[in-house]
């Protein structure tokens, strides 16, 4: 069944409704899973059983084909042109001081480690600090993801500096994966926090794209937010849909996820029927939002009047999978 024909069968005109349809009563969308995400990617075993393995972490460290990034304010040097990316490895004697953590070995062996510090001189002519924004769709599988894991653990022990249950300063263990504190002996995990984000279309098909009001002129996206404490994903779904819009949705169905550590946010990707298509929109959030016909996306997109996230993003993604094909432009 495709999305469009699982929508138009799925909702009653007329019908409002906040619940949401568990995938067994078959009412749910058949929208395509999501793959190849550009920071959902990587080939390097994480190794967590060796995190503490001081023997293994030394000769690791100490042999001269360890590779190492440094993350500095989430950049590290890449070798950085317009089709393409790879990282710019140091050797751990090179590696400046800072909080270092294990990424992961691959398959013959080769050891990566990440150092949370001042980046390294520029090397080569097209070697520069870049964001994980801009070089991780050009980067391989395995850098994509060793830079993913590194910026996120990084963000971490930038701002995760002291025990939350006494304000004394704590020290990195399981090789920068987790942080203790030395007076009470508790232990903390870098933190994550989970957003939701989706596609909403109504019986006709339509997307439902929205400017957020902090956003410049133009810039339009799907619907995204936090979930709650105490609160389901699919929940943060029906919920912000219905804040932001006034949209109740009664099929809500999982796509896919990517880590988006900037600074620490995984994206949970979602697609949603409407069960009204009457928007309402929550004012000091959102700017405006409308219903896009395939046509008159692209049709908005070649005029100029709206502008698209970029391929890195799962917003991005998501679209695409509801539009059919590559999409033009984006900000
Ligand atoms: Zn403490």
């Not at 943060?236 to 949705?249: F, H, K, L, N, S």
């Amino acid at each position: 069944m495709s999305a469009a024909s699982a929508q138009g069968d799925a909702v009653p005109a007329g019908t409002v409704s906040g619940s949401i349809e568990p995938a067994s009563q078959g009412l749910t969308l058949a929208g395509p899973a999501l793959s190849g995400l550009a920071l959902a990617r990587g080939e390097v075993d994480r190794v967590a059983h060796l995190r503490a393995d001081a023997d293994w972490l030394k000769a690791a460290w100490t042999d001269p084909a360890t590779r190492v990034i440094v993350v500095e304010r989430g950049q590290a040097l890449c070798e950085l042109t317009d089709q393409h990316a790879a990282l710019a490895f140091i050797a751990p004697p090179e590696a400046p001081d800072g909080v270092r953590f294990l990424l992961g070995v691959e398959a013959d062996g080769l050891a990566h480690f990440g150092v949370a510090g001042p980046l390294p001189a520029q090397a080569g002519p097209d070697v520069r600090p870049a964001y994980l924004r801009e070089a991780g769709p050009l980067l391989s599988d395995r850098d994509a993801g060793l830079l993913t894991h590194a910026v996120a653990l990084a963000n971490w022990h930038e701002t995760f500096t002291h025990c939350p249950r006494c304000g004394s300063p704590t020290d990195p263990i399981a090789s920068g994966h987790a942080r203790k504190c030395p007076v009470d002996g508790s232990e903390h995990f870098p933190r994550v926090d989970p957003a939701m984000i989706v596609l909403v279309t109504d019986p006709a098909d339509r997307a439902l794209l929205a400017r957020n009001a902090q956003w410049p002129e133009r810039r339009v996206s799907i619907l995204a937010g936090f979930v709650e404490a105490g609160e389901s994903a699919e929940q943060a779904v029906a919920r912000e849909v219905a804040e932001e819009t006034g949209i109740a949705v009664r099929a809500v169905t999982y796509l896919g996820s990517q880590p988006w550590p900037m600074p620490q946010s995984l994206m949970l990707g979602f697609r949603a029927a409407a069960a009204n298509t009457d928007i309402n929109v929550d004012a000091d959030e959102i700017a405006e939002a409308n219903w896009y016909s395939r046509d008159e996306l692209a049709a908005a997109i070649a005029a100029g009047t709206i502008r698209l996230p970029p391929p890195v993003s799962i917003a991005h993604r998501i679209i695409e999978t509801w539009y059919g094909s590559d999409l033009p432009g984006s900000w």
